[in-house]
């Protein structure tokens, strides 16, 4: 089993800034892909940001310029650093990871979604 926790979230005004970070703990032997969705109420679940093992990433249009992702991989741990948010980047965010167990098994994990909330 492997555990996700997400922490950073919170309320922030328009045009600031927050940090997410995700810390993966368990069953691993290694971790693929890393990346964080949103989920806006009434909304699908999107992408925001994703990063393999050996740093390449992947942005949503809509988050291109502000947000950035990295990873520890030493900590099993990614991170999203937000910054000029605005109203529409309000959402519960979640991290999510591809876990290769210490068997050679691979699974993908979700954290609980940690939640943001960008005042105007």
């Known amino acids: 089993q492997v555990q996700l926790v997400e922490s950073g979230g919170g309320l922030v005004q328009a045009g600031g800034s927050l940090r997410l970070s995700c810390a993966a703990s368990?069953?691993?032997?290694?971790?693929?892909?890393m990346g964080w969705y949103r989920q806006a109420p009434g909304k699908q679940r999107e992408l925001v940001a994703v990063s393999s093992s050996g740093g390449r990433t992947n942005y949503a249009y809509s988050v291109k310029g502000r947000f950035t992702i990295s990873r520890d991989n030493a900590k099993n741990t990614v991170y999203l650093q937000m910054n000029s948010l605005k109203p529409e980047d309000a959402a519960v965010y979640y991290c999510n990871a591809k876990v290769i167990s210490l068997i050679r098994l691979e699974y993908v994990y979700w954290g609980q979604g940690t939640q943001v909330t960008v005042s105007s």
């Open positions: 368990g069953n691993i032997f290694s971790i693929g892909d």
